[in-house]
């Protein structure tokens, strides 16, 4: 074997590897997203096509009173973890937190999930 094979190899099985993981997800369309999402529990939030949003009752933490906030919203879809849409929460509508991430499980679902070691938080799925 030559000298520097062995790391394009390598390479090779971890590109290889990295497509079949990415091919195993749905894809989420981001203009498919707005819409009206409710929990279980009566939480809800509402992504609107101009890239504002509203929560209402939401609970963001286990143990915590569900709350109210709003703000503007972008969708993200970074390369190697989950995808997310980020809440930018404004006039401090959660104290001194200024955005959230908001999870998304698939087209018609997302979630809080704030303890990696953790539960989900809160789950919401499209009603609209």
């Known amino acids: 074997m030559r000298e520097g094979s062995g790391g394009r190899w390598l390479f090779a099985v971890l590109a290889a590897s990295a497509v079949l993981v990415s091919g195993c997800s749905a894809a989420v369309d981001p203009e498919k997203l707005p819409g009206v999402y409710r929990g279980d529990d009566g939480g809800?939030?509402?992504?609107?096509v101009e890239g504002t949003f509203s929560a209402t009752g939401?609970?963001?933490r286990?143990?915590?009173d569900p709350v109210d906030f709003h703000g503007s919203w972008e969708y993200e879809d970074p390369a190697s973890n989950s995808d997310f849409v980020y809440l930018l929460i404004e006039d401090g509508g959660l104290g001194k937190t200024g955005g959230i991430?908001?999870?998304?499980?698939?087209?018609?679902t997302l979630y809080f999930h704030f303890?990696?070691?953790g539960p989900i938080?809160?789950?919401?799925?499209?009603?609209?």
């Open 101 to 108: 991430q908001l999870y998304v499980d698939d087209q018609d």
């Open 121 to 128: 938080t809160q789950k919401l799925d499209k009603t609209s």
């Open 115 to 117: 303890d990696p070691d």
């Open 58 to 60: 939401v609970t963001l």
């Open 44 to 48: 809800q939030i509402e992504l609107s």
């Open 62 to 64: 286990e143990g915590t």
